[in-house]
């Protein structure tokens, strides 16, 4: 069993940055593929980013509307993955939400954070 908590949400001004958390409870958070999605309002959820880690490293993957201006990382000393948000812009306003996904032969397991709001505007 995992828990997802997001954090660092807020509002800032168009071209600000942020930097979200999700700290992970639970054991083996290392082995899960995690990533960060959106959903603004009246829309559906959007990938935003994701990051695998094995032995040989991390691989990471972006949405093209996202990508090079935020930045997905993990710490697994802390269980945390962050996005690092640049260049914010009115269209990146959304609940942002964790996922993490790990899958074995025979079983997959999902779980979901709560949400963070990030609110973009002047």
């Known amino acids: 069993q995992v828990q997802l908590v997001e954090s660092g949400g807020g509002l800032v001004q168009p071209g600000g940055s942020l930097k979200l958390s999700c700290a992970a409870s639970?054991?083996?958070?290392?082995?899960?593929?995690v990533g960060w999605y959106r959903q603004a309002l009246g829309k559906q959820r959007e990938l935003v980013a994701t990051?695998?880690?094995?032995?040989?490293?991390?691989?990471?993957n972006y949405g093209a509307s996202v990508k090079g201006r935020f930045t997905i990382s993990r710490d697994t000393t802390k269980n945390t993955v962050y996005l690092q948000m640049n260049s914010l812009k009115p269209d990146d306003t959304a609940v942002y939400y964790c996922?993490?996904?790990?899958?074995?032969?025979?079983?997959?397991?999902?779980?979901w954070g709560q949400g963070t709001q990030v609110t973009v505007s002047s």
């Open positions: 639970g054991s083996n958070f290392n082995r899960y593929a």
């Open positions: 990051i695998i880690s094995g032995v040989s490293g991390s691989s990471t």
């Open positions: 996922n993490a996904v790990y899958t074995t032969l025979s079983v997959k397991y999902d779980y």
